[in-house]
Every structure is written in C-alpha cells, then in structure tokens.
C-alpha cells in the first residue's frame, strides 16, 4: 500500500504539535506548513529590548518541525491576508482577530497546496471548545466547507467528537487511535505531551497572533482610523510592536523608542520619518508619523523626546529634528511635565 501523505498546519503551540506526532505514529508522512501574515512574529520584540534578553528568541514552529523531524514550508502571506484583517466576513474576536476567516482561509491554502504538491489529507490541531470564535462544534464544518477541503481536512486531537472523514473512512488512519478532546483545559494535551516525552514546548495556550491583544489592536485601530482607510504595509504592523505609541495631536502621533535596542531597531525608518533625538542629555530616537506637520507640531515633539530624556527634569534639553531630506535644526525646548502628557495621548 503507498504511504499516505499529510500536510500539517504547525503554529508553534502545543496542539499542531501533537496532533502532528499523533499522525506520525500511524506511520502517515508528513511535512508542516506555517503561513507568514506578519502578524505573529515570535521572538521579534524579546529580540530587541534588552528586558526581554532572557525569554525565548526561537520561531516556534521551525522547533516544532526539528522536533518532530519534519519538512517546514513557510509560506508568506501577508498581501493576500490584508482582506482578511481588514473586512472579516465572519467579524472579529475580543479585539481585531478575525479567527474564523483566517482558518477558514490557512486551511483553504493548505487544501491548494496538497493538490499542488501531490498530498492526500490536511491536520490541523484545532479543538472543539479551545477558542470562542473559530473552535465551536458548529464552527468545525463551516470551516471544513468554505476553505473547500471538506472530509480531507481531519483534526486528531478531537477526530471522535466529530463525523468520520475520508483518511478515517478509508482506513488511512485508524480512528481509534485519535481523541476526544473538547474544552478549554490544557491537561489533556499537557498528559499526551508527557506520554509523547516532549518537553519545553511553546505557548500552551497556544497562538502568538497580535491581533489577539488588546494593546496591539488599539494601535492598528487607531492606524486606521487617522489614515482613513484599513489598509497597512508590513512596515506598518511591526512599527505598532515597538516604542510608545503617543498620539498628541489628531494629525500626527510619535513613536519613543524605550530603550537602546528599540533605538538601534527604529534607526532603521529614519530614512521615512521625520526623527528627533536629544543631543544635550542622552535620551530616546522618536519617529513622527503624520501629514502636515507644522512648527508648533515639532516643538511639541521635541518636547516629549525631551521628556523621556535624561533631561526629564532639566529646564531646558536641545532636540536635534531631521526631516526627511536630512536637513537637520536644533530646538531648545522645556521637557513636557508628566501630567502635560495626557494618558488619553498613550495608544
């Protein structure tokens, strides 16, 4: 009988990661996919501030593929994802996630791909009563439907809560050794892994998408609403990752770097922003982002740059301001006091 071949969709967490070793022992080949939307980028901020020096820098789902000693293809994305972030069919989670339009649309991927690439059947690690928007029980054949996979999309870590699918029916893989998983509990998987002996696994409540949290959400909100439009570019969405994020005035917002690496990190748009930077005091890089800035709009700026400075508390800090020509001045300014910067101006 030719060996089955299956294509696992591998996040990073702990679920693709089971549900792919589950397969494996059926002695089905199989190779992992992780779609790039730009939106999860493991490691990236823990890279660059030098408080997060000791957290985990790695890309989750390439640990996955060595430990389980599989083939990764990551596919990017990001363009034909921005109709998923920015007009969800089927809505958006607590904050700008729009969960069940982008499973429907990775596992639609996948099915192109197996048709492309010669493989039989899709796994992902989904299951039922994880997540509130995309992992219901009534939510599992919508998605199973509309990314257009239908019985060849299976999910092992909760195969016996649901009909049987083609590798099942056909004896590709034999259903009993799938489970039965449901709920928002991580004891099951965290028993399985045990059993499995895989150890220092990534994320066990799983996903890494920014779009979940509240903070980042509220920056790409405020994005939209001051370009008038939800449209962004890549740049766009790893810029909302680092610094803070102040919006002073309705035409323009800075973004302060916290510390040397965010520094070092954003000296790299300087060629794309107006910045500013402290030359009497040592202090942080700001990027001004906005259309018509005016005089008093830099001197405000400058003001803020001065505030976050070593200078905080000194009557007067020198703020040198590049445009984007790289024409530079220099401007005296009175660093703002801390109550001048109103907690409705932080995004």
């Known amino acids: 009988m030719t060996q089955k071949k299956a294509v696992s969709l591998i996040s990073g967490g702990l679920d693709s990661l089971l549900a792919t070793k589950v397969i494996q022992e059926q002695g089905i080949h199989v190779e992992g996919i992780n779609f790039f939307t730009g939106f999860c980028v493991e490691g990236h901020t823990h890279a660059?501030?030098?408080?997060?020096?000791?957290?985990?820098?790695?890309?989750?789902?390439?640990?996955?593929?060595?430990?389980?000693?599989i083939k990764l293809h990551i596919v990017d994305i990001v363009e034909e994802y921005k109709s998923i972030v920015m007009n969800p069919k089927h809505g958006y989670g607590a904050h700008l996630n729009p969960c069940l339009d982008c499973k429907i649309f990775m596992v639609k991927k996948a099915h192109e791909w197996i048709k492309e690439n010669?493989?039989?059947?899709?796994?992902?690690?989904?299951?039922?009563?994880?997540?509130?928007?995309?992992?219901?029980?009534?939510?599992?054949?919508?998605?199973?439907?509309?990314?257009?996979?239908?019985?060849?999309?299976?999910r092992p870590l909760c195969a016996k809560n649901l009909p049987a699918t083609r590798p099942e029916l056909e004896n590709w893989v034999d259903r009993e050794k799938l489970y039965d998983?449901?709920?928002?509990?991580?004891?099951?998987?965290?028993?399985?892994?045990?059993?499995?002996?895989?150890?220092?696994?990534?994320?066990?409540?799983?996903?890494?998408?920014?779009?979940?949290?509240?903070?980042?959400?509220?920056k790409l909100s405020d994005l939209w609403k001051f370009r008038g439009n939800r449209e962004y570019e890549l740049d766009d969405i790893i810029l909302l990752k680092i610094g803070r994020h102040i919006r002073p005035k309705p035409n323009f917002k800075v973004i302060v770097s916290?510390?040397?690496?965010?520094?070092?990190?954003?000296?790299?748009?300087?060629?794309?922003?107006?910045?500013?930077?402290?030359?009497?005091h040592k202090g942080p890089l700001t990027l001004i982002d906005g259309d018509e800035i005016?005089?008093?709009?830099?001197?405000?700026?400058?003001?803020?740059?001065?505030?976050?400075s070593q200078g905080r508390t000194a009557d007067q800090v020198t703020v040198e301001i590049i445009d984007k020509k790289q024409q530079s001045k220099e401007v005296t300014v009175k660093p703002c006091h801390p109550n001048d910067i109103l907690n409705d101006w932080y995004l």
């Open 258 to 280: 916290r510390e040397e690496g965010e520094t070092r990190f954003l000296e790299g748009y300087k060629k794309q922003f107006i910045y500013l930077h402290s030359i009497s």
């Open 48 to 69: 660059i501030r030098k408080k997060d020096k000791q957290k985990q820098k790695r890309n989750n789902a390439l640990w996955v593929a060595e430990q389980l000693n």
């Open 118 to 154: 010669n493989f039989d059947f899709i796994i992902t690690g989904e299951v039922i009563g994880q997540r509130p928007k995309s992992q219901r029980k009534e939510t599992m054949p919508v998605i199973s439907g509309k990314s257009g996979a239908g019985d060849l999309l299976l």
């Open 294 to 308: 005016s005089d008093e709009d830099l001197l405000l700026a400058a003001q803020i740059t001065a505030r976050f």
């Open 181 to 218: 998983f449901s709920g928002r509990s991580r004891k099951p998987q965290m028993s399985l892994a045990e059993q499995f002996e895989l150890e220092d696994y990534a994320q066990p409540a799983g996903g890494c998408c920014f779009l979940t949290d509240e903070n980042y959400a509220s």
